[in-house]
Structure formats: C-alpha cells, structure tokens
C-alpha cells in the first residue's frame, strides 16, 4: 500500500500526517526540536531520521507540503532548510505544494482563519483524534486539502 503524507515543516516541531490513498487516516505525529539538541544540523538531522524511518515503515506516492512563505529572515531561512532535507529524502516521490491561505481557505472556507479554526474543522473529520500540538492538526490540514482538492471528499 502506498500513502500520502501531509507534512507541516518546521525546524521547532514538524508536524506528520499519514493518510491511506482513500482519505483515512493512518498516523500523526509530531518531531520536536529546540536549540538544546545542537545547532540546526543535528536538529535537521532528527527531523531527517524520523522522515526516513517513516517512508520504510510507510510508503508514500504523494506529499503534500505548506509552500514557504517569508516572514523574519532566520525563521524563513530554517524552514527552507527543513523543506530542502524533505524534498531531498522524497527525491523520488510527486511533491505538491498548497501556500498557507490556500489551506485555510479549502479547509474552513476563509482563506484568513487562524489556527484553532483549522483545527476545529479538522476534528469535524476526525472527531476522535487528539492532538498533542497545532503542527499535528496542521500537518492533517494540509493532507485533507489535497484530498478535497483533487478527490471528492467533503467535510
């Protein structure tokens, strides 16, 4: 079976969804780092295992990522290095990008919501799911919206 991953990258906390090919959800998780497990390279390195381990265990044919975007120069540059070593492990996997606003707006309609929005629209889908932090919820966000997108599913 292959799969698809949503992924919300992140050098603090990349935030993992798993989805079967047919929308259901299969796993969410999330890879924290901070400045105490070393500089961005070792904690590039964490997030690159944890990436790795996962595309053996499941397989993807699709991901779908949140397009960078710039904000403050050392945050944009980190993000960018998370979305290098990504695109770089799923070298041989379709990558598609949404920007952030495109999310929200598939999502709740808004293309300006905030995050507990998004969220709380997420567990319309997923009742029973709890996240452990935004970048999970986000990360099943950015999965659904290629599913709504490109597939029939509705929330």
């Known amino acids: 079976m292959d799969y698809i991953y949503g992924l919300d990258l992140s050098l603090s906390c990349t935030g993992i969804a798993i989805f079967e090919e047919n929308g259901n959800l299969v796993k969410t998780l999330s890879v924290p780092?901070?400045?105490?497990?070393?500089?961005?390279?070792?904690?590039?390195?964490?997030?690159?295992?944890?990436?790795?381990?996962?595309?053996?265990?499941?397989?993807?044919?699709l991901i779908v990522l949140e397009s960078g975007f710039s904000r403050h120069a050392a945050s944009t540059q980190a993000i960018f290095k998370t979305h290098g070593i990504s695109e770089y492990?799923?070298?041989?996997?379709?990558?598609?990008k949404f920007a952030p606003s495109t999310i929200k707006k598939i999502i709740t309609g808004n293309g300006r919501s905030d995050k507990q929005q998004v969220q709380d629209f997420v567990l319309k889908k997923f009742p029973n799911i709890i996240f452990e932090n935004m970048d999970q919820s986000d990360s099943v966000a950015i999965g659904l919206s290629y599913f709504i997108q490109e597939t029939t599913m509705k929330l």
């Open 89 to 96: 492990i799923f070298y041989d996997v379709k990558i598609i």
């Open 33 to 61: 780092t901070s400045p105490k497990d070393g500089e961005h390279g070792k904690r590039l390195k964490i997030i690159a295992d944890k990436l790795l381990e996962l595309k053996k265990q499941y397989p993807p044919n």
